[in-house]
């Protein structure tokens, strides 16, 4: 193969990386560099230091109860996820009739944006509390399993469809040879299938994960919080800090960039952890 | 920051969806024809239900002074979010609007003095302006009123059943004949042929400005009004006591116990709901400012006439209320960029000068915008004529009563509104006890205007 000289490369990528450049990278510094400064816009920020990381934690436990709240929420949606997500995969991988339309159907609401689900489910889940004369906005607990509900219907489906793929791409052979050695269907699952599509899992952990911590157009639509602040995930705080408080738009910026973080580090912990569980192919 | 660019993506994405929807499929800005050598002045509107209205002023100022007028209305309840990206841009908004003095105190970095325009020299009430020392910084150029409006043909409907505590709405003059009027109607509700009295207290989450705000507006004003307190020093207003606490809820549970829609279930009602139904004839009664009449008319099978349509002050028991009429000011003033060019300012002193002086520019604000403006420049018959508006400027034109004046511009920022609406929604659920929520109205306010001192 000829070598294609460094510069070609530098060319090619230089749309890309302008691209990147002016809509990821730049905000993002520019971002960091604000959260320690105090703007009513962009142009005319005063350097503050680390005040608004303090007043963020400090003010008022706003921050706080949402990173709760988030962490709860994400620790419930990643386990249901995942499992209805094998489950459904499970099941669409054997010889059901219509699979294909199974399949799709329930990919399809992961086409659909967050705040129409979040609205489209705002009207089931009224509708059924409403026979109970509340709505969702009555307790913190009715809108936690509200979101738990919409985050499910809307990643199930693309999660089941990443596992499809990984269950096909199982040499048909290793199961044939485990059932000639007269191993179980629950044998075949544990010691065949689960070992073997660990890769998806750590990318269904990944994609959940990251997806449910950083939840907010569903928040938005379903609860804006509702009842008081109870139920406000971190990215829907940030956003009320930043745009609904006079004076605290360093302070929003502070809390997304330790969103930034705390996402950041959550997610390469569970990177590693899962990688050092799965197996060479 | 990645879900924050998202954000800001599908806001403006959002915004330019309502934007070309509201502009009959014309793109954000208004732009002239080529080939004006003029000036160009942006302009950022507030009122998304007047957009449509300012291409038309755009135009006809266009054709009369050659200056191109550049109009972008941001979406509703987005105002701040979106003047804050605007005025950061290479071309800034140079026309732009605060809503009182908290609005100042955000954005005094940016307000002009405008005490030497020709528009602020023929405002009628110099009070009504926001002013900061000798310099005026916002321009009130509407004014507005509210109370409870209500469907005179359903109240005679009632006036007319056996057992009725008034006879007419000339009787129910205070809190006391209100409450006897409401509770007697509401039991009667199947008879009237309605849902409730009072349309849907909406209590949806951004949707809670009318309780949060709007009502908290007269406890608040007779609070300033007894302890006598100079309203242009920060510090008076820094605490209040809330000692009108009880008058408010006595008209807030009367709305919330005779409505249409059960108090458990209000936290998903929307201002919209609530004008529809007063609008469909499923209530008498419903508090809003006279803004409203464009909704209620706008709704589909409106059965609701406009000479039917009335104006009763808010009564919560206070002694002396029966001469106690609507309560009206504005929380819409006009700004001017002070960091813009010299030029620029001018351009935008002329065009709102042109706007409420020149006949063609009054009749868009008196026909169009449906303004009744604080200025002397408009006549008796250039006001505006739909029912409500009447009767707001019948109550302010009768001299026998005294109008409530918006205090709400003094209230602290949107967290103390949005805590406070929230535990009203609680206390209506019944997971909240009043006291605590007189508790959280005095905290929250204390806190809030702390921080917007000291920040």
């Known amino acids: ?281 | 920051m990645k879900s924050k660019l998202g954000l800001v993506f599908s806001l403006l994405v959002v915004a330019s969806i309502i934007l070309t929807a509201c502009g009959g499929g014309t793109p954000a800005g208004t732009e002239a024809p080529a080939g004006a050598a003029t000036g160009e002045l942006y302009y950022l509107n507030f009122k998304p239900e007047v957009a449509e209205t300012y291409t038309k002023i755009a135009e006809a100022w266009n054709a009369e002074t050659g200056n191109t007028l550049k109009v972008v209305t941001a979406a509703s309840g987005t105002y701040e979010q979106t003047l804050k990206s605007e005025i950061a841009k290479s071309d800034p908004p140079v026309l732009f609007q605060i809503n009182g003095p908290v609005g100042y105190a955000a954005w005094k970095d940016y307000t002009a003095d405008l005490s030497g325009t020709e528009l602020y020299k023929h405002l009628t009430d110099k009070t009504l302006a926001v002013t900061d020392g000798a310099g005026v910084y916002g321009l009130p150029y509407v004014i507005e009123g509210y109370g409870i409006i209500y469907n005179n043909a359903m109240m005679d409907k009632y006036f007319a059943t056996e057992g009725a505590t008034a006879a007419s709405m000339d009787e129910v003059n205070n809190f006391a004949a209100l409450k006897a009027v409401v509770e007697d109607m509401q039991s009667k509700k199947d008879a009237l042929g309605i849902g409730g009295v009072f349309c849907s207290t909406s209590l949806k989450p951004g949707e809670d400005w009318r309780w949060q705000t709007h009502l908290a507006n007269l406890p608040i004003f007779y609070e300033f009004r007894d302890n006598n307190l100079n309203l242009s020093d920060p510090a008076a207003t820094a605490e209040v006591k809330f000692q009108y606490a009880e008058n408010y809820k006595n008209i807030f549970d009367l709305y919330i116990n005779n409505s249409t829609t059960a108090p458990t279930l209000l936290g998903s009602k929307s201002v919209d709901d609530s004008m529809a139904e007063f609008a469909l004839g499923q209530c008498a009664m419903v508090q809003n400012g006279n803004w409203a009449w464009g909704q209620i008319s706008g709704v589909d099978g409106n059965t609701v006439k406009a000479e039917e349509v009335k104006y009763l002050p808010i009564y919560t028991g206070v002694p002396g209320e029966e001469k106690q009429g609507l309560n009206i000011g504005t929380e819409n003033f006009f700004a001017i960029n002070k960091q813009a060019t010299p030029e620029k300012q001018q351009l935008a002193a002329d065009f709102i000068w042109w706007l409420y002086s020149s006949p063609t520019g009054k009749a868009f604000v008196t026909n169009d915008l449906k303004f009744m403006t604080p200025f002397d420049t408009f006549a008796d018959d250039e006001k505006p004529t739909d029912p409500l508006a009447r009767e707001v400027l019948r109550y302010a034109g009768n001299a026998d009563l005294y109008s409530v004046a918006w205090r709400f511009t003094l209230f602290p920022g949107q967290p103390f509104k949005d805590a406070f609406g929230a535990a009203l929604l609680q206390y209506a659920q019944g997971s909240m006890p009043w006291e605590d929520v007189q508790q959280l109205f005095i905290d929250q306010w204390k806190a809030e205007k702390a921080k917007a001192a000291g920040g």
């Open chain 1, 1 to 281: 193969m000829r070598r294609i000289s460094n510069a070609y490369y530098a060319l090619f990528t230089l749309p890309t990386l302008t691209a990147f450049a002016i809509a990821f990278f730049i905000p993002f510094l520019l971002g960091i560099y604000l959260s320690f400064t105090r703007f009513t816009t962009v142009t005319n920020a005063r350097w503050v230091g680390l005040n608004n990381y303090v007043r963020a934690f400090t003010e008022n436990k706003d921050f706080l109860n949402a990173m709760v709240f988030t962490a709860k929420f994400t620790l419930i949606s990643v386990v249901l996820i995942n499992l209805f997500a094998f489950s459904l995969a499970l099941l669409l991988t054997r010889n059901v009739w219509g699979r294909n339309i199974f399949r799709t159907t329930f990919f399809m609401p992961n086409l659909i944006g967050g705040i129409v689900l979040g609205y489209i489910w705002l009207l089931i889940i009224n509708g059924v509390l409403y026979r109970f004369q509340v709505d969702i906005t009555f307790s913190a607990k009715y809108g936690f399993w509200g979101l738990v509900i919409v985050t499910n219907w809307q990643m199930v489906g693309y999660m089941m469809v990443i596992y499809i793929a990984s269950i096909q791409s199982i040499p048909p052979e290793l199961v044939e040879a485990a059932q000639i050695d007269g191993a179980n269907p629950r044998q075949v699952l544990f010691n065949i299938t689960i070992p073997l599509v660990t890769p998806a899992f750590t990318i269904c952990t990944f994609l959940t994960l990251a997806n449910s911590f950083k939840l907010f157009d569903q928040n938005l639509a379903l609860t804006r919080g509702a009842p008081g602040k109870a139920t406000a995930m971190m990215a829907l705080d940030i956003y009320n800090s930043f745009y609904g408080t006079t004076g605290y738009e360093g302070v929003g910026q502070a809390k997304a960039v330790v969103f930034f973080l705390l996402v950041g580090i959550i997610v390469l912990v569970q990177l590693l952890l899962s990688r050092s569980k799965e197996m060479e192919n």
